[in-house]
């Protein structure tokens, strides 16, 4: 059974830092990988998704990297802004299901 | 493109009561949608996948008789919570997807469901 663990599951960073989210999941037979960002009682935002044949996606500020071998996925967010504070999800497309990790809450103080 | 809405965004029922959430594609035609809930501080699990004109596929621990699905159109998902109690209250997500996008979910603005 695929289980997607995100680490950490909190961070604060003052505002100009750049930082660096993980994913992980337990199977690496996946079809893609997707990272959303969600602000607090509203929906998902699709930030960016890696095909299974991809190593990393980059879209502003944000770059997705993409390790099936070993099970991992790191969204990097450069120079860090208070508008960036969300929580923020990876799910794993597995099959026609795309199962979400825990998240991590990120708070970027300005 | 690639839009997906939810009606309504908010609802407030009475315990014992049924609700009606509606999930709309409104610029594609949807092949499959799929309905999530969220509680608190905590991720999107999966409920149910259903297809257009054919019956929802429920999770595991999911009570279909509970949470009834129906995707009647290419366009138009709705999920009816019946006889609700103050348990079922949550955040409901819908997504959407069609095949010509690859299997890309495409998600509504969420419901947030509360039973007195």
């Known amino acids: 059974k695929q289980e997607v663990t995100q680490i950490p599951a909190a961070l604060s960073v003052p505002e100009g830092e750049n930082l660096v989210l993980n994913c992980s999941f337990t199977?690496?037979?996946?079809?893609?990988l997707q990272w959303f960002r969600q602000d607090p009682g509203k929906g998902l935002t699709s930030l960016l998704l890696i095909q299974s044949s991809q190593r990393e996606q980059t879209s502003g500020r944000l770059n997705a990297s993409l390790d099936k071998s070993s099970g991992r996925s790191t969204l990097y967010i450069a120079a860090s802004q208070p508008g960036d504070s969300a929580t923020y999800l990876c799910?794993?497309?597995?099959?026609?299901?795309?199962?979400f990790g825990t998240g991590t809450l990120l708070a970027v103080q300005p | 493109g690639a839009v997906v809405s939810q009606h309504p965004s908010r609802v407030i029922c009475k315990s014992g009561t049924s609700v009606k959430i509606e999930c709309r594609s409104l610029d594609f035609q949807a092949t499959t949608m799929f309905w999530y809930r969220q509680f608190p501080k905590q991720s999107l699990m999966l409920m149910a996948t259903s297809n257009e004109g054919s019956k929802a596929t429920y999770e595991q621990g999911v009570e279909k008789d509970k949470f009834l699905i129906n995707h009647a159109s290419l366009t138009l998902s709705t999920l009816t919570v019946t006889s609700a109690h103050p348990e079922d209250s949550s955040f409901y997500i819908c997504?959407?997807?069609?095949?010509?996008?690859?299997?890309?979910?495409?998600f509504g603005p969420g419901t947030r469901l509360t039973v007195l």
């Open positions: 199977d690496s037979a996946i079809y893609n």
């Open positions: 799910a794993v497309h597995d099959t026609n299901k795309l199962i």
């Open positions: 997504s959407a997807s069609y095949r010509a996008y690859g299997n890309e979910q495409f």
